[in-house]
C-alpha cells in the first residue's frame, strides 16, 4: 500500500462540488476520514458522500481529529483521504495535520475546493479584494459576548472595508447560529458597548445556503431584516464597507438591497 494524506474540498453543496481529479483520488484511498465541525456539507448526508465515492468514509469529532493521530498512524502505511467541506487548508487543525504529516515523512496531495470566501463575495457581486479580516460570531452563552468580534468588524468599517462574518457552528448538538441571531447580536453589542458599529441605517447582507439551488441572498437595515425570511442554514453575514457603484447595484439588483443605495455613491 502508498503511504500518503491526499485532503480534500468537497466544495459548498451536494456530493457534485468536488473537482473531477478529487473524486478519482478518493476512489483509490484505502480509508477516507472527514469531519463537519468546521462547516457543513449543504444538501448531502454522509451516505450520499459514501456511495458517490465508493467507499466507508469514518466521520471524526473534532476533539478525535486534534486529540488523536489515528489519521497520521494511518497515513503511515495506507493511503488516506481526508474531507471536509468547503477548501479543506482554511481550518488551522487542517494545516496542523499537514504538518505533521511532513514531520512523519508523510507525502501529501490537496485537492482544494469551493469555499465560502469567494462563493459569498462573488453571490453578492462583492469585490473579494476589498475585504478585511473575516469575524466568527460565537453564541452567546452564560451571559457572556465577547466583545473582539465587534472590534474587528468596526475596524473594518472605519477602513472602509467589507466583513465577511461566519456564524457559530456547534455539530455536534445540531445547533447553527441563524442569521436572526447574529443580526440581533450585533445590535445587542451596539447597545453594550455603543462604538457607532451598527445602527438602523447600517446596511448588512445575508447568505443563506450559499452554492446550493437554496442559496438566498438577501441585503437590507437591520431591522428590516429581521422581518424577513432569510432562508435556513448555514448562514454568512456580510457588513459592506465602502461600496463602489457596480457593487451598489449588484446589491440592489441580486440581493434586493434599497435603490437608495446607489444614489449614496
Known sequence: MTSELVFVGLGMSGTGGMTVDALAALKECDKIYAEFYTSTLIGAKIDDLEKAVGR????????????????????????????????????????????????????????????????????????????????????????????????????????????MVLLDIRESEGRYMTAREAIEWLLEGEAQWGEGLIDDRTLLCVASKVGSPDEKITAGYPRDLLKMDLGSPLFTLVLPGDLHFMEAYSLVYFAGAPEEIIDEE
Open 56 to 163: 466507508h468514509i469514518d466521520v471524526l469529532y473534532r476533539s478525535q481529529v486534534e486529540e488523536e493521530d489515528s489519521i497520521i498512524e494511518d497515513a503511515k502505511k495506507m493511503s488516506v483521504g481526508f474531507v471536509t467541506a468547503g477548501d479543506t487548508m482554511l481550518a488551522t487543525t487542517h494545516v496542523d495535520l499537514r504538518i505533521q504529516a511532513k514531520e512523519a515523512g508523510i507525502p501529501v496531495r490537496i485537492f482544494h475546493g469551493v469555499s465560502i470566501f469567494t462563493a459569498c463575495p462573488s453571490s453578492l457581486g462583492l469585490q473579494p479584494y476589498k475585504f478585511g479580516r473575516t469575524v466568527t460570531l460565537p453564541f452567546y452563552e452564560m451571559n457572556y459576548r465577547p466583545k473582539s468580534p465587534y472590534d474587528n468588524i468596526l475596524e473594518n468599517k472605519v477602513r472602509g472595508l467589507h466583513t
